[in-house]
C-alpha cells in the first residue's frame, strides 16, 4: 500500500484557514486521495476524497497537485471542533491504511 | 438512517478468557471493516468483509483472533484467550461498496476492552 508523510502538529488560530500539507510520491494512477478525522474519544469520520480535481464539500476543500505527489486539506474557517487527528490515506480499494495523522490544535 | 453500532461499548475482561465484540453496519452496506486502535495509536487493519467474497484477514494478528459476518449484516470479532496486549479501542466500519476505491468508510463508535 502506497505510503503518505503527514507533520506530526499543527497549530491555528480559531476562525483562520487551515492547510494540512500531505506527502505521497509513490501514489498510484488508481489511488484515490481521501481524508479522515479523528475527534477526542470518537471513531474516525470522512472528511473528502479526490482522485486529480480538486474537491469542495461542506467540511473542507482538497487541493490535489498536478502531479498528484501531493495533496492539501483545507479548512476554510478553523474552530475549536475541528480540533482533532486527520488523516491522509491513499485508497485503492478494501481497507484503510491509516498512518500517525496531524494533530490539529485549534487556539481560540 | 442509523449508523454503524457496536456492543459492548466497553469490555472489561481477565486474561486467558475469550471475548466476542459485536458490529452492525448501515443497512445495504455490502463491506464491513475491523480496525483496532491501542492507547495513543494509529489505527491498524485487522479484517475486510466483501459481500461472498472470502474475507481480507491479511491485519489479524494471531490466530487467537477471527471473525465472521452473517451475509451482509452482523459481523462478531472474537479474540480467543486474551492478553494484556489485546487492551484496545477495537472499531467496526462498514461502506456500500468495498471495491470501489472512492466508497467513504463509516465507523462506529468503538468498544473499548481492558484485558486486566
Known amino acids: 500500500d502506497a505510503k503518505t508523510t503527514q507533520p506530526n502538529s499543527m497549530e491555528s488560530n480559531e476562525e483562520e484557514p487551515v492547510h494540512l500539507p500531505c506527502n505521497h510520491s509513490?501514489?498510484?494512477?488508481?489511488?484515490?486521495i481521501h481524508w479522515y478525522r479523528q475527534l477526542p474519544s470518537q471513531g474516525p469520520e470522512y472528511v473528502i476524497h479526490?482522485?486529480?480535481s480538486n474537491v469542495n464539500n461542506r467540511m473542507a476543500s482538497l487541493a490535489i497537485a498536478e502531479d498528484r505527489k501531493s495533496s492539501t486539506l483545507i479548512l476554510h474557517r478553523a474552530t475549536l471542533r475541528d480540533a482533532a487527528v486527520y488523516y491522509c490515506i491513499l485508497k485503492s480499494t478494501g481497507k484503510l491504511i491509516f498512518g500517525q495523522g496531524t494533530t490539529l490544535q485549534v487556539k481560540p | 438512517g442509523a449508523g454503524v453500532s457496536q456492543s459492548p461499548s466497553n469490555k472489561v475482561t481477565e486474561k486467558g478468557k475469550d471475548v466476542e465484540l459485536r458490529c452492525d453496519p448501515i443497512s445495504g452496506h455490502t463491506a464491513l471493516y475491523w480496525y483496532r486502535q491501542r492507547l495513543g495509536q494509529g489505527l491498524e487493519f485487522l479484517i475486510y468483509?466483501?459481500?461472498?467474497?472470502?474475507?481480507?484477514k491479511s491485519g489479524l494478528p494471531s490466530d487467537r483472533f477471527s471473525a465472521e459476518r452473517t451475509g451482509e449484516s452482523v459481523s462478531t470479532l472474537t479474540i480467543q484467550r486474551t492478553q494484556q496486549e489485546d487492551s484496545a479501542v477495537y472499531l467496526c466500519?462498514?461502506?456500500?461498496?468495498?471495491?470501489?476505491?472512492?466508497?467513504?468508510?463509516?465507523f462506529g463508535p468503538g468498544t473499548r476492552l481492558t484485558v486486566l
Open positions: 479526490g482522485l486529480t
Open positions: 468483509f466483501q459481500g461472498n467474497s472470502a474475507p481480507d
Open positions: 509513490t501514489i498510484s494512477g488508481t489511488d484515490y
Open positions: 466500519a462498514s461502506s456500500f461498496e468495498g471495491t470501489r476505491s472512492f466508497d467513504e468508510q463509516f
